[in-house]
């Protein structure tokens, strides 16, 4: 048997149509489709007008019950609103395309041609297109009503404080808000003394940033305080304005604490000389004769809520003369220790020599300078220190190596990398100052890559390295950012207004 | 002349009923109106008998006939067979046969010639309906379907057939029947013509949904216009007499 086997064309025949008899081919109404399309109407049902709310203010549309959508007359996010907007009618038909037609721009009507199908007689799938007309009605809306009634409305606010004479704190915070876009809703950002205040328009969104607040520097739980601006007694319904009080710990990085006896006794007998080495949502201390290290938790700080001795602006500068290692290297939480006995003397006063014990003998070598509190001079009126009774002071406590020389070197010349910043309004007294503190900070972050974990750098696109003298630059070992970790900046990210494309 | 009827309210009357030209078949339904329909056109001329087959109305589709006798199912009851025996005319033979397809009427169309039957048709069975039907017996598909007694219904004069015959299976479906045949529709545009509508060589019957255009093709095919059963007469005596006086 032949394995291709004789098949007969097939033509296909015409039949009368049964309505108006004309000739056609057979399909499974058997109707022509004049007369299918007399006989069914699969638009019939369909909403062919429809109110739309529109804001004349912020361009915004509204979709029920309460968001408001930004979008332009005859753009992609429109078309898809307007559809949106008929979904109870479309899910009775499928539908196939959808465009604009053309209308006057201040007519306040939009139209959109729709074509659907749908299943029709004895199995027929019908195509019909339709205009669906869409009648815009003006209305403000909430945030637009709410800004106009008073530019400087604001629900919640939350002040955020901590008790030092430095704002690096609040440097720091302001980069990693930054990087994790937690001021977004923010409607001002205000700088006050010791401090920023922040203001919302929603309580959920202040709760959401002390929330947040919380999980990156160590505060206090945040205590709230309301106040009442009206009341519906018909509906007996309440308006506050809330206000958040949230203070930072004020131990700050390479501060010198000495812990209350309890609490030491409490670690274990934790020498209670300790320097704290990282901040985060946790406090690091290190004791540096014995390098044991501890956390702390902000409820543990704050049961205990100590001060520290000496702060990073007591810092002195001592030159390093003799280095004896005593120990070997000890990797304690990451970062690399070595004890050793060093000679050092203050650089302004060479006549006297201290021999001390100090953590940092790994980086040190005789002709470094370094850095450290001077407890054989300063006058301490500490409490705490009172309570210890035979307590060995050193003389000396070394926090970090100092890099002032060779950045004398390097003055004038500009980084290769930026920070952005927040839209803050500026206190404008202390402007000087801010200069200065701010310097130290970039500085800060130069030196220590841990702090830069949680910050975007971005490259400067303005920066030229200079050709003169690039090739001592090599040789310097003073610590800069690697080009690695510099974000690109991206062009779309330069628009910094506060606007949102969806508001509630 | 093609006439539109209903049975209690459905458009389907080649369901509920089966006409040829010696006698018709009609199911027994809850108001006298179907049967009266048939006895006003064809009450002088062949016996119109109620009925059911296997208890069942929808006659028209379990038995097949035609003028020299009729083939019913085999769960038909004794007393329905001898009511059928004794109503019609004695000429026709009512057999019932042992089939595992059941339904005759959609398995079988046939007229006084020839018949057109399911592929999967026994052979006993074919046997049987050349004897008793006196038929020439063809298995054959219609569009693509077995089932060629619901999808076509033809007489001695012409046909109808699905609408979704090609043309070669048209010339050889009219080379085997020997009459004209057209592809069309019934009741606004049903496909199963013999389901909606039964047909003699004289007058047809169509569900009330028909339109105009598909009773003007049923009209034309089945050539029905002239027809009338003293027509048939007519014809005859013009070519026994001689001459008028």
Known sequence: ?504 | MATRIQFENSCEVGVFSKLTNAYCLVAIGGSENFYSAFESELADVIPVVKTSIAGTRIIGRLCAGNKNGLLVPHNTTDQELQHLRNSLPDQVVVQRIEEKLSALGNCIACNDHVALTHTDLDKETEEIIADVLGVEVFRQTIAGNILVGSYCAFSNRGGLVHPHTSIEDLDELSTLLQVPLVAGTINRGSEVIAAGMTVNDWTAFCGSDTTATELSVIESVFKLREAQPTAIVEEMRKSLIDSYV
């Open chain 1, 1 to 504: 048997m032949a394995a291709n086997m004789f098949v007969v064309p097939q033509t296909q025949g015409t039949v009368l149509c049964c309505k108006c008899g004309i000739l056609m081919a057979p399909n499974p109404a058997n109707m022509c489709v004049t007369c299918l399309r007399c006989e069914v109407d699969i638009t019939e049902g369909l909403r062919k007008h429809v109110t739309i709310m529109h804001c004349p203010e912020c361009d915004c549309y509204l979709q029920p019950p309460r968001t408001w959508l930004k979008a332009q007359l005859e753009s992609k996010e429109l078309l898809t609103y307007c559809v949106k907007r008929l979904e109870t009618d479309l899910k009775k038909v499928r539908l196939v395309n959808a465009e604009f037609i053309w209308t006057e721009p201040h007519s306040k009507r939009i139209k959109v041609k729709l074509k659907v199908q749908k299943k029709a007689l004895n199995g027929a799938i019908l195509e019909q297109s339709y205009v669906v007309e869409y009648v815009q009605q003006d209305h403000m809306c909430e945030s637009c009503t709410r800004f106009q009634a008073n530019p400087d409305q604001w629900v919640a606010s939350v002040q955020l404080r901590q008790c030092v004479s430095h704002r690096r704190t609040f440097f720091y915070l302001e980069q990693v808000i930054l990087k994790h876009d937690a001021a977004v809703h923010a409607i001002k950002i205000k700088q006050m003394d010791r401090g920023i205040d922040f203001f919302f328009g929603n309580n959920s969104h202040a709760l959401k940033f002390v929330e947040f607040l919380g999980k990156v520097v160590p505060t206090d739980k945040g205590k709230r305080s309301q106040q009442l601006v009206s009341h519906d007694t018909k509906n007996n319904s309440y308006n506050y304005k809330y206000t958040y009080s949230v203070e930072i710990s004020p131990i700050c990085r390479e501060d010198l604490i000495c812990l209350p006896p309890r609490f030491a006794v409490s670690l274990g007998n934790f020498g209670p000389l300790v320097i704290c080495t990282r901040v985060t949502n946790n406090i690091t201390l290190l004791d540096p004769f014995t390098l044991r290290q501890c956390f702390l938790d902000r409820d543990q700080f704050w049961r205990y809520s100590f001060k520290s001795l000496l702060s990073s602006r007591q810092l002195v500068e001592y030159d390093v003369f003799n280095v004896e290692v005593v120990s070997p290297e000890y990797n304690v939480g990451g970062c690399k220790y070595v004890i050793a006995d060093v000679e050092v003397a203050r650089v302004n006063n060479y006549s006297k020599l201290f021999c001390v014990r100090t953590h940092l003998g790994h980086i040190l070598k005789p002709g470094d300078r370094a850095l450290g509190y001077d407890l054989y001079g300063v006058n301490s009126n500490d409490n705490e220190l009172d309570k210890y009774i035979d307590l060995v002071v050193p003389d000396v406590i070394l926090i970090k190596k100092s890099y002032e020389e060779k950045r004398q070197k390097k003055r004038g010349k500009p980084r290769p990398w930026k920070l952005k910043s927040l839209n803050m309004e500026l206190d404008e007294s202390s402007e000087e100052k801010m200069g200065l503190e701010y310097e130290e900070f970039l500085r800060d972050l130069e030196e220590n890559p841990e702090l830069r974990f949680n910050l975007s750098l971005y490259r400067d696109r303005d920066y030229q390295p200079s050709e003169i003298a690039s090739m001592a630059d090599d040789d310097d070992d003073v610590p800069s950012v690697p080009l690695e970790e510099l974000l690109a900046d991206l062009e779309l990210s330069d628009v910094e207004d506060g606007e949102d494309s969806m508001r509630e």
